[in-house]
Nanobody
Framework: QVQLVESGGGSVQTGGSLRLSCVAS?????MGWFRQAPGKEREGVAT???????SVADSVKGRFSISLDNAKSTLYLQMNSLKPEDTAMYYC??????????????????WGQGTQVTVSS
């Protein structure tokens, strides 16, 4: 089973930027970033596959971008113009079934331990 290790989280003010990294122990075809705020369900943020195709949730489109370094098996999430509502634990996952996207037909697993992102106003 692929193991994932996330890093890059932290505390920033509104409008700030962070870049999250997720290193995979193997070479999964599709990986994604998800987040979960206290009291809320986990939601998909963005996905990327080895062919370079990416998918970004509408809630972060235009502010977040995702990229996958195939050689390093590392998934990145560049987060700009951060807002307090972006505060959450961010997790990296590997696609288990369905298309490589944040849509409801996709299922991800092999979750990492997560990295906390806190945005203050």
């Amino acid at each position: 089973q692929v193991q994932l290790v996330e890093s890059g989280g932290g505390s920033v003010q509104t409008g700030g930027s962070l870049r999250l990294s997720c290193v995979a122990s193997g070479y999964p075809y599709c990986m994604g970033w998800f987040r979960q705020a206290p009291g809320k369900e986990r939601e998909g943020v963005a996905t990327g596959d080895r062919s370079g195709i990416t998918s970004v949730a509408d809630s972060v489109k235009g502010r977040f971008s995702i990229s996958l370094d195939n050689a390093k098996s590392t998934l990145y999430l560049q987060m700009n113009s951060l807002k307090p509502e972006d505060t959450a634990m961010y997790y990296c996952g590997v696609l288990v079934s369905g298309p490589c996207s944040v849509g409801p037909r996709s299922r991800f697993g092999s979750w990492g331990q997560g990295t906390q992102v806190t945005v203050s106003s």
